[in-house]
């Protein structure tokens, strides 16, 4: 069973920086793929950013464009810890923050493909 839990959401102004975490209780697997999924109100969810990895190497990462270059996903093995450091911060970035997973590698990922779900952190940026 993987659980999931998030941290690290908050209120910040525009053009500023939040890490968010996510703490994964992962059993053994030989491929597993993570990332970050958003939900503005109103809206559906939108693919933010994955990684796919087997033991320490890591195969693919892959963001939403409008992200490129202002958020980096990242992991720490030795804690099974997932994050998303996001910096300059936009408005439009505001929504409830997911962390997903899936067994497996995958190249490109929408949120449908991702099996396993926190519930979520807020992050909200003001103008």
């Known amino acids: 069973q993987v659980q999931l839990v998030e941290s690290g959401g908050g209120l910040v102004q525009a053009g500023a920086s939040l890490r968010l975490s996510c703490a994964a209780s992962?059993?053994?697997?030989?491929?597993?793929?993570m990332g970050w999924v958003r939900q503005a109100p109103g809206k559906e969810r939108e693919f933010v950013a994955h990684?796919?990895?087997?033991?320490?190497?890591?195969?693919?990462?892959h963001y939403e464009n409008s992200v490129k270059g202002r958020f980096i996903i990242s992991r720490d093995n030795t804690n099974n810890t997932l994050y998303l450091q996001m910096n300059s911060l936009k408005p439009e970035d505001t929504a409830l923050y997911y962390c997903a997973a899936r067994v497996g590698m995958i190249r490109f990922t929408t949120p449908s493909d991702f099996a396993y779900w926190g519930r979520g952190t807020q992050v909200t940026v003001s103008s």
């Open positions: 992962i059993p053994s697997l030989t491929s597993i793929t």
């Open positions: 990684m796919s990895w087997s033991g320490e190497t890591t195969s693919y990462t």
